[in-house]
């Protein structure tokens, strides 16, 4: 895209440059002059972003179509909904994209049911507490590596607090967790397997480890101690599924 591209396609950018330019031309020219140099810095960005843009949606076409032919080799059926699969896993990633860095799935399984509503349900606690693991594994890492470093020896006095945290994390995290789609196949004599998947806003997802370590700090008497520290720790981001 070349400079006066750039000023056709944004009228708004353009008048205001002419109205800064005129202004400040007897006044300062030293301000006109940085004026031109962000504007141009900005038409070079144009095409870069644009360049971005379409490499993403390129490669979130390419995962939307490998994902719709896995499900549709393995026998999925999208669960309790009007839409179509398809329709389901756009949404899905839809909300992932508006999200951003900020947005993340979570995937309840439930490996064999008989019963709709208690696979589902079993599915759902099944992410929930794959969550509160990853949370609990993260801190226990954290404090462990930590304590160490610095010549502590208090593992054991943790182990309430490792414990009470992760229910807690389990229990408040459910209320954060949004249900994206669920899918289910068939598999013989009855039974049937579920996928849920969940959307979860890191930000919302942050308000519940910490309301869930407030309540288990009153576990252990070493993670009072080191209150702040384990505090910090609680706030970081995790990658999800970790041990």
Known sequence: MCFFDFLIQNAYICQEFTKLITYYQFKNLNVMKRIIMFLLALVLMVPVVNAQSKAMEKALKKEYKAKMKQYKKEGWKLFASSRSLDVALLKHYDKLETLG??????VGICAKYKSDNVGHQAAINN????????????????????MASDGDNT?????????????????????????????????GNGEKTMQVYFIINEDAATKARIRAYENALKESEAAQKYAEKVSSFVREGFEQGAK
């Open 101 to 106: 860095e900020n947005g993340y799935e979570i």
């Open 127 to 146: 992410a929930c507490n794959t969550y509160a693991r990853s949370a609990g594994s993260h801190v226990k890492g954290r404090i462990v590596g930590d």
């Open 155 to 187: 593992e054991s006095e943790f182990d309430k607090f490792y414990a009470a945290y992760e229910t807690l994390v389990e229990k408040e995290i459910k209320g954060e967790m949004i249900e994206s789609y669920a899918i289910y196949r068939e598999l």
